[in-house]
């Protein structure tokens, strides 16, 4: 069964752009949720969508947004890019219903905003 | 979710067993432990989960104590490619209608030695 699949693996962007980045989840699996990785915060948790409905969202300002497909797929957006949005952008899937909460992740996105 | 407490590095010779400890004093009766790790550059990998009793699989086994106040992550007999950050999270199952967040701590690095 094929993995958590995201796109782009690399990408440069200048400050004031914005970007989407793309996550193909475990087929059946219809929870997606995003997280933001940096050395210095760690990993942090942006939202979760399920069944295309945003169900939780973590702590980020307003220029972070996402969404869900019918198939499950999903995309975050991040507009107006700052430094420091440079960071390994994770994707992970799982069933989303009554489930033991175990995490599929994807190998991650890694934005350098210059 | 419970505050989990791991110390930052360890270090442990190839084909030895990996213990890994993890503190989770304020654990409550319904709350799971988890056990993910990070290899460099990679999306998390789930490896255990238990609430009570001792778990093992295929990658690893997982031992809590009896007033499961903490717990210890086996690999039996680690490998180099077992050099990695692991993360040990306490949290209540996921059920229906619940939110998908992971809380991340900063981890053990395990390094693996020649």
């Known amino acids: 069964k094929a993995g958590v699949t995201q796109t782009p693996r690399y990408l440069i962007k200048t400050r004031g752009q914005q970007v989407t980045l793309s996550c193909s989840p475990i087929s059946g699996h219809r929870s997606v949720s995003w997280y933001q990785q940096t050395p210095g915060q760690g990993l942090q948790f942006l939202f979760e969508?399920?069944?295309?409905?945003?169900?939780n969202k973590g702590n980020f300002p307003g220029r972070f947004s996402g969404r869900q497909f019918s198939n499950s797929r999903s995309e975050m957006n991040v507009s107006t890019l700052e430094l420091g949005d440079s960071a390994l952008y994770l994707c992970?899937?799982?069933?989303?219903?009554?489930?033991?909460?175990?995490?599929?992740f994807g190998e991650g996105s890694r934005l350098t905003v210059l | 979710d419970a505050k989990t407490t791991q110390p930052t590095s360890m270090d442990c010779a190839e084909g030895r067993a990996a213990n890994l400890p993890c503190n989770h004093s304020t654990i409550s009766g319904n709350e799971y432990v988890y056990w993910y790790r990070q290899i460099h550059s990679q999306g998390p990998q789930y490896i255990i989960h238990?609430?009570?009793n001792n778990e093992t699989n295929e990658m690893a086994s997982l031992i809590i104590t009896e007033d499961r106040k903490s717990s210890t992550l086996i690999l039996p007999h680690a490998t180099l490619r077992d050099t990695a950050v692991y993360y040990c999270?306490?949290?209540?199952?996921?059920?229906?209608?619940?939110?998908?967040?992971?809380?991340f701590g900063s981890g053990t690095q395990l390094t693996v030695l020649p």
């Open positions: 999270i306490v949290r209540v199952p996921i059920s229906s209608g619940s939110a998908r967040q992971l809380t």
């Open positions: 969508y399920f069944s295309e409905t945003q169900r």
């Open positions: 238990g609430l009570k």
């Open positions: 992970a899937s799982s069933p989303g219903t009554a489930d033991t909460g175990e995490l599929f």
